[in-house]
């Protein structure tokens, strides 16, 4: 039976409230929350004992969620409590004894604006049919992103939303659209079995919490080739790895062919990280590759080396690399230079990037300047033509 311990509830509550995005619960340190991006023990709260840790894990699990961690050493599961959030868990073995990593999941699913989502994003949500990739480092935000735009097509479009995810993050109540959520262990067997069965369930649009095996990726393809406008994640970096471990997961002599379905239906990768910003809390920065003709026959041709270079002279498809994203939040103060260039692969191009955003921007004020300048000149001027044209008048003199 569900019933949290009461110390793992105040711990929760006080992650929550102070905007932490994790809780560890782990023998022989202190609760430790992840505030920023960075580990936080909480203070004034013992060391944990190992029947601490298992008399929290246990008052979250259920029997067959126990028989799971008992036979692999591991579970993942998801759970809410009244008024205070949703949270997805793991827990685990390690050294003998039970651990637990839990990430907060509002019960608000954050706008795609409040995000700063690129407007490319909404485009790829109008797409008919294909694939759409989310992909990031773990706790990039990747599951928040998905869940602002299934939250935009639910809001706006009358379809069918299929989401299978293992475990169910944000939870959606129909709006415009109807929306069904199968869990795996719960509602379906396993990620492939609640694929497989998605055709027979007449959605027009399927959420995958994740891409893990060339199992999933081939039936994913399939739907996304059949009609059905595909959403899912991966980790990797960037857009181009996660083209490669798509391909990389087949045999070598399935390549070719995989590359093709790929190139035919993807619409999108939108890849993303969270930095610390300069105010407090974390921001994202955004990649976004666009599946135009230049970008599907560079994976057709398995060059996908090169596709970074279509990404940067894309801006008018709506594609940027993230050093570009870097670049601006750095121009409007959001984080600072040393963070940008610290999680970039190519640090000298945000620095590159800021010098043109700075430039244009100076010279967009000197400009504006000037017309008003000019503007309130040709306003004297013409103030002073008028006086000069007037007829000079006499006054009337006393009879």
Sequence with gaps: MFDPDPTLVTLLQATVNSGSSDLHITVGRAPTARRDGTLVSFENVKVLEPDDTERMVMSLLNDEQVKELEENYQVDFSFGIPGLGRFR???YNQRNTLALALRVIPFRVRSLEELGAPRAVT???NKPYGIVLSVGPTGSGKSTTLAAMVDRINETKPVHILTIEDPIEYLHNHK????????VGTDARSFEQGLRSALREDPDVILLGEMRDLESIQIALSLAETGHLVFATLHTNDASQALDRMVDVFPAEKRDQIQTMLAGALQGVVSQRLLPAVSGGRVAAFEVLMGNEAVKNLIREGK???L??????????????IEMDLARLVTSGLVTMETAQSISAYPSEIQAQVSTLRSQAQAAATAASGQVATS???QNMGAQEEESTEEPTEEPTPA
């Design 89 to 91: 868990a793991n827990a």
């Design 123 to 125: 485009t790829l949500l």
């Design 176 to 183: 415009t659209a109807m929306v069904n959520q199968r869990e």
């Design 304 to 306: 996908s080396r090169q």
């Design 308 to 321: 970074r270079n279509v990404v940067a002279t894309g801006g008018p498809d709506g594609m940027q690399t």
């Design 376 to 378: 309130g000149s040709g």
